[in-house]
């Protein structure tokens, strides 16, 4: 049996507290910023600077700021085309959660913009909820004075949940701020050919980054739920890099579009076929010669098919006949069986050339390949009564329709 004075020993272990930890660092030192007063309280900023020759993967800053931001603009389809494009201001936000609503808050906002020759990225960090203010007043000035807004995916997230957030602190969200958001025009130009349009898939598929050590935008939260608990702002430093690696890939991706749009002749065939897509609103010719470029070049299997079909549709409202039909003829004859290029090749020579045997030959031909690739009954319905409605019109005309 234990004696009384080693159970008082274990006692007095027991109740005896371990030393309180040493309190973390500031904020402020550990992530590399300055306490700035903003008029509504402290606030924490970041700030880096990078000459204009810098290199973002294998694209330089400069370029953005000489993009044709009004065809840009069009492009895109923003609202309100964006002003002169050294007044740009290039925005992404960390948040507390992804789902948006009044209960998500904008903890860090990254905003890049040009100063004189050199290209300066702030972060915006609100340290606990009540420096929300401070943050909110930061950004009134450099919203108010930008020429527009540079975002990725900022139409459905950045800019409606920071506007939210102004509304919520009885802040005026200013009216009209030009707006251009950068994944319509991705979408367009890189799905065919990336596996997704996210941010960094740009980013290692178009730009040449591939960023390494990389915080995933799912896990944000957490880290800041974190560092509110913790007040440890080291594992926080992984978010402030993160956040400013995209403030710079949206520089580059618009440096890329002003590029591509002015001077294609530099890009491939995939990428061609997609400006061709990104004009096609805008400006009918120079989405032709886009397609008729890319057709020119290497682009091969689906893409290649589907900038066949969609160059054929155009120049048959044009009426360019031989154009139209030399494209069906390749996309018919190509690739999987397709319904269309078939289909438009006998109306071809049933209405434009009156040529019913060639119709019927061409229907009859399509009805075989469509029964051998198992087509949809529907499609090989449609088919059979088309071969059985010319077969019925070269009869009345006393022509044989069967060997």
């Not at 006692?11 to 660092?25: D, H, K, Q």
């Not at 941010?199 to 591939?210: A, F, M, Q």
């Not at 032709?288 to 290497?298: F, I, N, S, V």
Request: with cysteine; glycine share 8%; aromatic share 8%.
């Amino acid at each position: 049996m234990q004696s009384l004075d080693e159970l008082r020993r274990m006692i007095r272990r027991v109740e005896t507290r371990r030393p309180p930890r040493p309190a973390a660092p500031p904020a402020h030192e550990v992530l590399g910023g300055e306490l700035v007063e903003t008029g509504a309280g402290p606030l924490l900023v970041v700030r880096r600077e990078y000459p204009l020759t810098h290199t973002h993967g294998r694209e330089p800053l400069g370029p953005a700021f000489a993009a044709p931001l009004d065809l840009l603009s069009a492009v895109a389809r923003a609202e309100t085309p964006a002003g002169n494009s050294r007044g740009l201001l290039f925005l992404d936000t960390e948040t507390t959660g992804l789902a948006g609503g009044t209960g998500t808050y904008t903890f860090l906002v990254g905003v890049g913009r040009l100063d004189g020759d050199r290209f300066i990225v702030e972060q915006y960090f609100m340290r606990d909820f009540d420096e929300e203010p401070a943050l909110l007043a930061a950004l009134v000035p450099l919203l108010e004075q930008a020429a527009g807004v540079v975002t990725f995916n900022g139409s459905a997230f950045d800019l409606p949940l920071l506007e939210t957030r102004f509304v919520l602190a009885r802040r005026r969200w200013p009216p009209r701020l030009p707006h251009l958001d950068l994944l319509r025009p991705a979408r367009r130009v890189f799905a065919p050919r990336c596996a997704d349009c996210r941010l960094t898939t740009l980013e290692r598929e178009v730009l040449g980054l591939e960023r390494e050590d990389d915080v995933s935008g799912a896990l944000i939260p957490a880290l800041y739920f974190d560092f509110l608990r913790s007040r440890r702002a080291a594992p926080l430093a992984r978010v402030f890099d993160h956040n400013r690696h995209d403030v710079l890939s949206l520089v580059a991706l618009l440096g890329w579009f002003g590029r591509a749009l002015a001077t294609p002749d530099h890009l491939g065939a995939e990428d061609l076929a997609g400006l061709g897509r990104l004009w096609e609103p805008v400006d009918l010719e120079q989405a032709l010669a886009c397609y008729r470029a890319a057709l020119g070049g290497d682009l091969a299997g689906p893409t290649a098919h589907r900038v066949r079909l969609r160059l054929a549709r155009w120049e048959k409202r044009a009426a360019r006949w031989d154009r139209a039909c030399a494209l069906w003829e390749v996309a018919a004859r190509h690739g999987a069986f397709d319904r269309e290029p078939w289909e438009e090749l006998a109306k071809f020579h049933e209405h434009r050339r009156r040529d019913l045997p060639t119709a019927r030959a061409t229907v009859s031909q399509a009805l075989e390949l469509a029964d051998l690739a198992g087509a949809p009954p529907g499609v090989i319905d449609a088919f059979a009564h088309r071969l059985s409605r010319l077969e019925r019109h070269l009869l009345k005309r006393g022509v044989r329709t069967r060997g």
